[in-house]
C-alpha cells in the first residue's frame, strides 16, 4: 500500500513539474511583470473606451419631412464606417408601432435619415449604433407642431 502511495506521489509531482515548464514555455519571448500580464500589451485595450452617440435633433420640430441626425465617435473620433446605425422613431405611448430607418452616413461621423411627420404630438426616438464591437442605444424625446 505504501509503495502505491509513493507512486502516485512521485506521478503527481512529475505531473505539476511538467505543467510549470509548458507555463514558462508559453511565456517565451515576453517580459512578465505579473501573473499573465505581459509588458507587450497596450497600454488601454481600444474596446473599453465607450462609443458616444450624440442625437442631433431639437427639442421642437415641424410636421412634414425633417432630417433627424446622429454624431457617433470613439474616443473623440469620428466613426465612418459603423457596422450598423438604425432610428427608431415613434409617437408616445405608441412603440408597438415604430418605424425603423436605417441611417446614412454624411460627414464627421453623422448619420441621418429624412422622416416624415405627418402628426403633431410627442414623439420618441432610439438611435441604434452598433460599431467598436459596442451596441449603443441613446433615447430623445422631441416635440412635433404644425408648421
Same mark, same amino acid.
Given at each position: 500500500?505504501?509503495? *502505491? ?11 505539476? !513539474? %511538467? ?5 514558462? @514555455? ?26 458616444? !452617440? @450624440? *442625437?442631433? &435633433? /431639437? /427639442?421642437? *420640430?415641424? #410636421?412634414?419631412?425633417? #432630417?433627424?441626425? %446622429? ?13 450598423? &446605425?438604425?432610428?427608431? !422613431? ?10 425603423? !430607418?436605417? %441611417? #446614412?452616413y454624411t460627414e464627421d461621423g453623422i448619420y441621418e435619415i429624412t422622416y416624415n411627420f405627418e402628426e403633431e404630438g410627442t414623439y420618441e426616438m432610439y438611435a441604434h449604433v452598433t460599431a467598436k464591437s ?11 407642431? %404644425?408648421?
Open positions: 500500500m505504501k509503495n *502505491i502511495i509513493t507512486l502516485l506521489l512521485i506521478g503527481l509531482m512529475i505531473f505539476l !513539474v %511538467a505543467c510549470g515548464d509548458e507555463e514558462q @514555455e508559453s511565456n517565451n519571448g515576453e517580459e512578465s511583470n505579473h501573473e499573465g500580464h505581459s509588458d507587450t500589451q497596450e497600454d488601454e485595450d481600444e474596446s473599453l473606451i465607450p462609443v458616444i !452617440v @450624440e *442625437i442631433l &435633433v /431639437d /427639442d421642437e *420640430i415641424e #410636421t412634414g419631412e425633417q #432630417t433627424l441626425q %446622429a454624431r457617433v465617435t470613439h474616443n473623440e473620433e469620428p466613426i465612418a464606417e459603423a457596422e450598423e &446605425v438604425m432610428f427608431e !422613431v415613434w409617437e408616445k405611448d405608441h412603440k408597438d408601432d415604430s418605424d425603423m !430607418v436605417e %441611417a #446614412t459596442q451596441h449603443v442605444m441613446p433615447k430623445h424625446v422631441f416635440e412635433v407642431n %404644425a408648421n
